[in-house]
C-alpha cells in the first residue's frame, strides 16, 4: 500500500508541476492573444463569437488540460475489476467527453498559434531552450501541447485509480482483516464488488444477511 501512495503523489505532483509549466509556456508563445490581438473577434463557428483572449484561454489551454483530465478520469473503465452499470455509463461517457475536449483544444490552439510557428506566412528559426535546440513546431508540440494534455492525464489517471481502485481495495482489505461490518454496510455497494472480491460476492452478500 506504501508503494501505492508514494506513485499516486508522486503522478499527482508531476501532474501539477506540468500543467503550471505548460501554461507558463502557452502564454509565452500565445502573448499576443493577450495582447495586441486580446479583442479580435474569433470565430469558433459562425455562431461563437469571442474576444481572442477568451477563446485562446478556455477553447484553446483549458480545453486541451481538460481533455487530458477527462481521458486520466476515463481510464477506469479499462481497470480490471467488477463495476456496476451506472460506473461504466459514467465513465464511457467522460471518454467521450475527453475525445471531443482533446480534440477542440488541440484544433483551437493549432489555429491560434500558427502566428507563432508560422511567422509571416515564414518558417521562424529554431528555439534554443535550455542546452537544446528546438525545431519551432517541434517546441509547439513536444514542449506544449503534449505537456499541457498530459497534466490532466495524470492528474485524472491519480484521481480515476484512487477513487475505484486504491480506496475500495483498502476498504475490502480493512473489512478482511477486522471484520468491520459496520463500516463496510455504510460504504458504497462498489466497496465489496472491488477485484479482490468480485468472486465471492454472494459469500459477502450472505454474511451481511446474517449480521442483520
Known sequence: MRGRQIALVSMLLVGVGLLFYSLYIGVM????????????????????????????SIFGLATMAVGGLATGLAMAVFFTFTKTRKHILILLTVFFVAIATTGLGFNTLDFMLGCFYWTNMTYPAPIQFLFLTVDVWNFYFFFFVVPLWASGFLIGLATSYFAFVYHPGREAAAYVAKKNVAGMLNTPRYVAESKAFRRSRRVIEQTFENTN
Open 29 to 56: 508563445i500565445g502573448a499576443d492573444w493577450y495582447g495586441k490581438d486580446a479583442t479580435f473577434p474569433w470565430h469558433m463557428n459562425n455562431y461563437i463569437v469571442m474576444e481572442g483572449q477568451y477563446a485562446y
